[in-house]
């Protein structure tokens, strides 16, 4: 069982920046991938950016050169840095832990881009 914990949203301007971070309790964190997805109102839920256990990254084309996702495997967390943030960044962050077959999801954090 793996409980994560997402934290670091909040409303910031259009240019701006944020950093999220996921911190993961309960399991050996480093032996799962790891995810940021995102949910619009109305829209489905979409892959921003993932990491796999080796560090190998890939993120969604309307994020990249902007996100970056990272994780610190000694402080059981995964971060999203986010830059150059548009208003159309507006969604609820997850963090995704996956390690066939188990699956597990955060609560969420806001992002709000508006000015």
């Known amino acids: 069982q793996v409980q994560l914990v997402e934290s670091g949203g909040g409303l910031v301007q259009p240019g701006g920046s944020l950093r999220l971070s996921c911190a993961a309790s309960g399991s050996i964190f480093s032996g799962y991938a790891m995810g940021w997805y995102r949910q619009a109102p109305g829209k489905q839920r979409e892959l921003v950016a993932a990491?796999?256990?080796?560090?190998?990254?890939n993120y969604a084309d309307s994020v990249k050169g902007r996100f970056t996702i990272s994780r610190d495997n000694a402080k059981n967390t995964v971060y999203l840095q986010m830059n150059s943030l548009k208003p159309e960044d507006t969604a609820v962050y997850y963090c995704?832990?996956?390690?066939?077959?188990?699956?597990?999801w955060g609560q969420g954090t806001q992002v709000t881009v508006s000015s």
């Open positions: 995704n832990a996956r390690w066939w077959p188990e699956d597990y």
């Open positions: 990491i796999t256990r080796g560090g190998s990254t």
